[in-house]
């Protein structure tokens, strides 16, 4: 399990913690909802991205499983942890957009602060608000109008400000299987009919954050949150709390009923789309990917390209080639596979070519 100290973890152990708590070392029965709302939200800067994310967590998924729940207004897309754009439950916008409002803020005097400097920037937020209530707009739109007010400032400076002041939902098509085109938006509240929670301490959050991603420190809970000076936070959840120690003395905490499987559990092969939250959300990364790998899957423009897990950690990027009705699933592995691995990533390849390349008439995989 851990190493000859019990209160020390080792990586291997953190590994298949982070994925059983992650639904990845079998597939759940949960709903969509019920697991968008454990995984504590989905990194979303692309529309289909969270669907692969659910089909490899879970049995027997469909495209309309989420789809559903997007058009239904149970699941919204929003800016939220780490200032990028999240899919999660209705009711996790509406708690968790206040519990990061101070982290937002700071990201965008860090971001825009001199375009903005000397704006009242409650007076953009607020004529923002107006503007997106009484018909959505694209960010680019919304620019254009309150430049219309201060002439003499970026749009897209004015846009963000709103959008890190102001929690604007994404509307539907965007957030659809398949759909393209820009992203509009309108407020969280207008949108669900409902106001946002009133209580913005971080406490319950970091506790979800822990059963989805721990055990971890608190600088993890920091990198996948956004925030800063959590300490105080993990102080007040300590009668809740267990300790141990990572195998560079850092100390790690965790929920006293979480799961902590064996370092030697099983684990299938899985296929993660881009952008998924388990290589994003801890300050040490080197449960999942070593550093070496981390330079070929993080480009430099900010994207995280689709990997695939063997033996629980990443061992390669995919691709879906797509021409006509013809579609190929392209696996590139980082060094060379075992043939029991290959021919496991092979028949989870054709599993994902069948969902996500539905309307394929000839489907075939190859590795590069």
Known sequence: MATGDPGV???????????????????????????????????????????????????????????GLVTAREVVRLVLMRGTIHLVTAEDCLALRPVLRG????????????????????????AGRELVEKETLTLGGLGSRLAERWPDRDP?????????????????????????????????ESWLGRPLAADATPDAMVARYLAAFGP??????????????LADAVGRLRPRLRSFRDENGQELVDLLDAPLPDADTPVPVRFLPEFDNILLSHADRSRIITEERRKLVFTRNGLIKSTFLVDGFVGGLWRIEQRRKAATLVLEPFRELRARDKDALAA?????????????????LRFG
């Open 9 to 67: 973890l080792n990586r291997r152990t953190l590994n298949r913690s982070l994925l059983a708590r992650q639904l990845l070392v079998e597939r759940s029965e949960m709903t969509a909802a019920a697991a968008i709302g454990h995984l504590v939200g989905m990194q979303a800067q692309a529309p289909n991205p969270p669907y692969i994310g659910l089909w490899t967590r879970l049995a027997g998924f469909r495209v309309d499983d989420l789809a």
């Open 103 to 126: 982290a937002l803020e700071q990201g965008l005097k860090g971001t825009f602060g001199r375009k903005l400097d000397g704006v009242d920037t409650a007076q953009v937020a607020a």
């Open 156 to 188: 897209f400076a004015l846009a963000n400000a709103v959008r890190n002041l102001v929690p604007l939902v994404q509307v539907p098509p965007r957030g659809l299987w398949g759909e393209s085109g820009q992203a509009v938006h309108t407020t969280a």
């Open 216 to 229: 971890a420190t608190v600088k993890d809970i920091q990198v996948w949150s956004g925030m800063t000076r």
């Open 348 to 364: 989870e390849g054709e599993r994902l070519l069948s969902f996500a390349a539905a309307d394929a008439t000839t489907r075939d």
